[in-house]
């Protein structure tokens, strides 16, 4: 459909609203029930959100988090012509025994824990909390993430030879809600990865989208 080919190309972006039914049917030709049913179809996809009172909107953009692979935050909202900030909650020792249950795994004694948020263009889009083993990555507490991410240091000092992901469909904590900017009734998207290199298990992560603002995406070849 037109409406389709106008986001497409970019002349009807994000958050913009779009005519009336009665002015595309106008500028159509075609029959209000046609438009009414392929806005609807629009919306059920997720290309459109339909407000009572006000109107059709563009819907916001969804951010993909790659399902199968591990790739770097900042470097996939670089390509999507975005810009890419962290803020620092934390970045710490701890004992093994005092992290999230979700995050312990077969760690013993020191961690090293950061919880970070990433943010596209200002707007937060995921919660970081990682355990990190630290004969893995000595450095870690001393690296400055507002300028690089966990992601592209620990490739550089403990290269990964293997990953696993879990996904899950989650409600936030409250916590959790506050730095996504979300309502405590959003779903989120909880995806929980594990990353070995070869000296074995060398993090843990629990990576928290907003349900509203992701999407998860991945390829494969038989």
């Known amino acids: 459909m037109l409406v389709s080919a106008q986001i497409d190309s970019g002349r009807w972006a994000e958050g913009d609203q779009l005519p009336s039914e009665n002015q595309l049917v106008s500028a159509l030709g075609l029959s209000r029930m046609t438009i009414n049913r392929a806005l609807r179809e629009l919306a059920s996809m997720g ?123 989650v409600r936030g904590s409250s916590e959790e809600c506050r730095l996504l900017k979300i309502s405590t009734r959003e779903p989120c998207l909880l995806i929980r990865r594990r990353t070995w290199s070869a000296q074995g298990l060398a993090s843990v992560a629990r990576l928290v989208h907003p349900g509203s603002r992701s999407r998860l995406e991945g390829s494969f070849t038989t």
């Open 47 to 169: 290309v459109l959100k339909r407000v009572m009172g006000l109107g059709t909107f563009v819907a916001p953009i969804k951010s993909p988090s790659p399902l199968l692979e591990v790739k770097n935050i900042a470097d996939e909202i670089a390509k999507r012509g975005h810009r890419h900030r962290t803020e620092v909650i934390y970045v710490r020792r701890e004992n093994a025994g005092d992290v999230p249950p979700m995050l312990r795994e077969s760690f013993d004694g020191t961690v090293f824990h950061s919880l970070l948020v990433h943010f596209e263009d200002d707007v937060p889009i995921q919660i970081e909390d990682r355990v990190v083993d630290p004969a893995a990555a000595p450095g870690y507490l001393d690296q400055d993430f507002t300028k690089l991410t966990p992601n592209s240091y620990l490739s550089a000092v403990s290269p990964l030879v293997r990953g696993e992901h879990v996904v899950e469909a």
